[in-house]
């Protein structure tokens, strides 16, 4: 069965300064791996995605995401934190032999002017 | 031109009534989902559908009532609300190998 864990409610980060919101997953055969953010009272948006290639996957808004199968993890990232990043941010997991779409609990992100 | 758009955004109710809750996505894709969000913000998936074909059935108690007339729609039917049907209730689209993409919630109040 798959799985995707986000070990952190919430990370607080410094404006300017790097951040990493941090995301497990277990699932049979190559995963296909996800990161949505959402804001306050709205739907969830698509931010980066890894099927496969490149370990190393660019999206929106600055973010980035490293695939590390030896360590099952998916982090997201971003250099330089802005206070509109804060926000709520979700890591998903689906098998391709699958269509289930699993989240993990969410990270609550703060980012302090 | 949204692309996943649900109706209502906010549906306050009594509870023992039923109600429905509608989406569209103009996408073209094949698959859609029926996705519930409660107060702790958790995303728990309660159905698929592919080509007008359920295919991912949840735990979910069977006064929900997905319905797929085309591939463009996917509708939930609510029979006898209860409190706890109390959520934020998301559709969601995709085709293959693609993210999926989300409407804007459908906030369901029951009282």
């Known amino acids: 069965a798959q799985s995707v864990a986000q070990p952190e409610d919430q990370v607080n980060v410094a404006e300017g300064n790097p951040l990493t919101v941090k995301c497990t997953y277990s699932?049979?055969?190559?995963?296909?791996l996800f990161w949505y953010v959402q804001y306050p009272n709205r739907g969830l948006q698509f931010l980066l995605k890894?099927?496969?290639?490149?370990?190393l996957v660019k999206g929106s808004y600055g973010f980035e995401a490293e695939f590390n199968k030896s360590q099952t993890s998916f982090h997201l990232k971003k250099p330089s934190a802005l206070v509109s990043d804060s926000a709520l941010y979700f890591c998903?997991?689906?098998?391709?032999?699958?269509?289930?779409?699993?989240f993990g609990s969410g990270t609550r992100l703060s980012i302090r002017p | 031109d949204t692309a996943v758009s649900q109706t209502p955004k906010y549906l306050v109710t009594q509870m023992g009534n039923d109600k429905s809750i509608k989406c569209e996505q103009n996408?073209?894709?094949?698959?859609m989902y029926w996705y519930k969000q409660d107060s702790k913000k958790f995303l728990k998936i309660m159905f698929s559908?592919?080509?007008?074909?359920?295919?991912i059935n949840e735990t979910v108690p069977n006064r929900f009532s997905p319905k797929s007339p085309d591939k463009a729609h996917l509708n939930l039917h609510i029979n006898s609300l209860e409190l706890g049907d109390s959520a934020v209730y998301f559709c969601?689209?995709?085709?293959?190998?693609?993210?999926?993409?989300f409407g804007q919630g459908t906030r369901l109040t029951v009282v």
């Open positions: 969601a689209s995709r085709t293959a190998g693609t993210e999926a993409f």
């Open positions: 699932v049979s055969g190559n995963p296909y």
């Open positions: 890894y099927i496969t290639g490149d370990n």
């Open positions: 998903a997991v689906r098998d391709p032999e699958a269509s289930k779409i699993i």
């Open positions: 996408l073209g894709h094949d698959t």
């Open positions: 559908y592919n080509n007008k074909e359920l295919i």
